[in-house]
């Protein structure tokens, strides 16, 4: 089936620094990968939408400046969180989509669990 | 914004059916009913999807209401480890290029399967 793979698993920063987080699409293509935050005790919301080859679509209120999301080939999108500070200290999801599979439905990355110190 | 609502939890035995209630009164013809679940601290994890014929695979089944408003997953036989954070999210199968293939999560079902 559809596997994403996101490193690192857990990441920890100190504050005004930059962390890029993978997500990769491990045995299909993804022309299109989602980027989710979800903070404690909350659900998960999305950040933007990364195309492969074009700009990423950002989510109203996300800055599109201090997350970069890259989507440079069909199986790896980037985000990098720039400056980050205590506040960005999130866990971070990525999904992609098999648009050529036969499963109808999103497969998520195992996130990313940044700390901001 | 979500267009699903859940009761934010619900216990269940475990070995019992545990079943979860979703609301998605504003479905439209073209819109799937997908269920994910969320285990602390991992990503979500696929579990069914339908349009509105009733559903069964390996893990659960979806029963839709016939107006297609509301649905259940069932879950058959509660592990402890079904306990999770479980998701009901309506929106549009195929591709069209636009801001319906986004999956949007509401605040979904804390099930917590008790021994």
């Known amino acids: 089936g559809a596997v994403v793979s996101q490193h690192p698993s857990w990441v920890i920063c100190k504050s005004g620094t930059s962390v890029k987080i993978e997500c990769r699409s491990l045995?299909?293509?993804?022309?299109?990968m989602f980027w989710y935050r979800q903070f404690p005790k909350q659900s998960l919301m999305l950040m933007a939408t990364?195309?492969?080859?074009?700009?990423?679509?950002?989510e109203q209120g996300v800055e599109k400046d201090k997350f970069l999301i890259n989507h440079a080939s069909l199986t790896l999108s980037t985000l990098t969180v720039t400056s980050a500070h205590p506040e960005d200290s999130s866990f971070y999801i990525c999904?992609?989509?098999?648009?050529?599979?036969?499963?109808?439905?999103?497969?998520f990355g195992s996130g990313t669990r940044l700390t901001v110190v | 914004d979500a267009k699903t609502t859940q009761p934010p939890s619900m216990d269940c035995a475990e070995g019992r059916a545990a079943n979860l209630p979703c609301n998605h009164s504003?479905?439209?013809?073209?819109?799937?009913v997908y269920w994910y679940r969320q285990i602390h601290s991992q990503g979500p994890q696929y579990i069914i999807h339908?349009?509105?014929n009733n559903e069964t695979n390996e893990m659960a089944s979806l029963i839709i209401t016939e107006d297609r408003k509301s649905s259940t997953l069932i879950l058959p036989h509660a592990t402890l480890r079904d306990t999770a954070v479980y998701y009901c999210?309506?929106?549009?199968?195929?591709?069209?290029?636009?801001?319906?293939?986004?999956?949007?999560f509401g605040t979904g079902t804390l099930l917590a399967v008790q021994p």
């Open positions: 990364s195309n492969e080859g074009s700009k990423a679509t950002y």
């Open positions: 999210i309506v929106r549009v199968a195929g591709w069209d290029g636009g801001a319906t293939n986004k999956l949007i």
């Open positions: 339908g349009l509105k």
């Open positions: 999904s992609a989509r098999d648009w050529g599979g036969v499963f109808d439905g999103y497969t």
């Open positions: 045995d299909f293509q993804a022309t299109t």
């Open positions: 504003t479905i439209s013809g073209n819109e799937y």
